[in-house]
């Protein structure tokens, strides 16, 4: 497939948000305004989303800018999903992801073979054998704890299905991601991800870590410790695997 053409290297002077010069991007519905209130968070932002655009192209990784959460959606379902026709779809543990709607849009297609790995109606076991076969669909959705401004994609995992996704097989991996996952660089990707991600993150879980009380890692030996798997991506290999869309709203953890 064709990648899409570079964005603008210089960011905007004013105004809202820029997207990657791409065809779904281009015919995608303006989203809702921003009140004039928030028009400074979203250029400070954009500024970040570009730098990060910049940096994820040059690493072989395709990278959209959109507005919001319904444009990243219209975007998948529009452009990504007809574009490379998958067969079968999964994903990995992702608030985006999960607030996109995208499961049951992508379950309502009707043409694709989902695993849903958080099918909680079904036994763990049966969850963790689907997981295993997530690994090797067409298409495979997440989120991403961390972006790096020198355009990494930084990850810490539990059980390491998502991470594992993101490393090696599925033919395509689509990666929604909010703006506030932006970061300089790896020092503050591995901060942002310890310090804050993962003990929220054991929070809306309900684990039994010591995070849980304060707030803070405490490198744990618990059995329900969250941070087992560390996945850096610096490139997308191949050229285009990794599909990445960063939306210029907060989102997920
Ligand atoms: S290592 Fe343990 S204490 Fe630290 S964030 Fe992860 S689960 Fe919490």
Request: with cysteine.
């Amino acid at each position: 497939m064709s990648h899409p053409k570079k964005s603008p290297k210089k960011p905007p002077k004013q105004g809202g948000p820029k997207r990657s010069d791409n065809t779904a991007a281009k015919s995608a519905k303006p989203a809702a305004q921003p009140g004039p209130a928030n028009q400074h968070r979203d250029d400070f932002w954009n500024i970040r989303l570009l730098t990060a655009q910049e940096a994820l192209e040059k690493g072989n990784f395709i990278c959209h800018i959109v507005s919001d959460l319904a444009e990243a959606r219209k975007l998948v379902l529009e452009t990504i999903i007809p574009s490379h026709q998958p067969e079968s779809a999964s994903w990995g543990g992702s608030m985006t992801f999960k607030e996109s709607g995208l499961v049951e849009a992508i379950k309502g297609l009707g043409t694709i073979k989902v695993l849903d790995t958080y099918d909680t109606s079904l036994p763990n076991e049966q969850r963790l054998e689907m997981r295993r076969q997530a690994l090797l669909v067409d298409m495979f959705f997440t989120g991403s704890n961390a972006v790096t401004e020198d355009g990494a994609l930084v990850n810490l995992d539990m059980i390491g299905n998502r991470v594992g996704a993101l490393a090696f097989g599925p033919k395509k991996v689509v990666v929604l991601a909010g703006r506030n996952k932006v970061v300089a660089g790896l020092d503050e990707a591995m901060f942002r991800i310890k310090e804050y991600a993962a003990p929220a993150n054991a929070m809306k879980l309900n684990k039994k870590t010591p995070c849980l009380k304060t707030s803070h890692c405490q490198d744990c030996s618990s059995e329900d410790r969250i941070c087992n798997t560390w996945v850096i991506n610096e490139k997308s290999w191949p050229k285009a695997r990794i599909e990445v869309i960063l939306i210029n709203q907060d989102l997920g953890l």
